[in-house]
């Protein structure tokens, strides 16, 4: 079974620049979680979807963050404008159900630089 | 409030020897408990969970945690470490409040040959 693929792996951009990562989640999958984790912290939650819709963005800075789901499978994390402190390694999850208690699988995340 | 704590940001353990990574939680209702590995540049693999039933829960790689209600602790154990555990280590509780998981900020397990 495929995991959770994302990309790019690596991304250097210099302020106020835009930025854009992609998520395809485990065949099947109905929910997919996008973190942001900080260097020597845990992830942090900033959107959740089941199937294409929003269960949880309540920590998503929606002035300059946004995502997408588009027919509940792949997902996209856009940043615009980038500040300094977006950098971070941003991870997306899938998890089959819809229970908060289903396991969730990680893809390899994308660390962003902002210079 | 609902919390989650991994009291030690490093652990060190000589190979073969036993290893213990400490949790500790805080939730209203019923805890649903999660530890979480991540290797160097790559995402954050699942070892176990414990959602109800014994104590004891076995996982991944020969790991196993203990659930101990009136310690409100989770902690992750393995009888002999392998240099290949060197790693860091995650634990996480579902929030009863919004059912996200809470994170810990990490214990950097070190096993030295």
């Known amino acids: 079974e495929a995991g959770v693929a994302q990309s790019p792996r690596y991304k250097i951009i210099e302020k106020r620049q835009s930025v854009a990562f992609w998520c395809n989640p485990i065949s099947g999958h109905a929910t997919l979680y996008w973190y942001q984790q900080i260097l020597g912290q845990g992830p942090k939650l900033l959107i959740q979807f089941q199937n294409n819709g929003v269960v949880d963005d309540s920590q998503l800075p929606k002035d300059r963050f946004s995502a997408e789901r588009l027919k509940g499978v792949d997902s996209t994390l856009k940043i615009q404008p980038a500040k300094l402190e977006d950098s971070a390694v941003y991870l997306c999850?899938?998890?089959?159900?819809?229970?908060?208690?289903?396991?969730?699988?990680f893809g390899p995340g994308t660390r962003l630089t902002v210079l | 409030a609902q919390s989650v704590a991994q009291p030690e940001d490093q652990v060190n353990v000589a190979e073969g020897n036993p290893l213990t990574v400490k949790c500790t939680y805080s939730?209203?209702?019923?805890?649903?408990l999660f530890w979480y590995v991540q290797y160097p540049n790559r995402g954050l693999q699942f070892l176990l969970k414990?959602?109800?039933?014994d104590n004891l829960v076995k996982g991944s790689y020969g790991f196993e945690a203990e659930f101990n209600k009136s310690q409100t602790s989770f902690h992750l154990k393995k009888p002999s470490a392998l240099v290949s555990d060197s790693a860091l280590y995650f634990c996480a509780v579902r929030d009863d409040s919004n059912y996200q998981l809470i994170w810990g900020a990490g214990t950097k397990l070190i096993i030295k040959p």
């Open positions: 939730v209203s209702g019923n805890p649903y």
């Open positions: 999850a899938s998890s089959l159900g819809i229970d908060s208690t289903d396991t969730q699988y």
């Open positions: 414990y959602i109800t039933g």
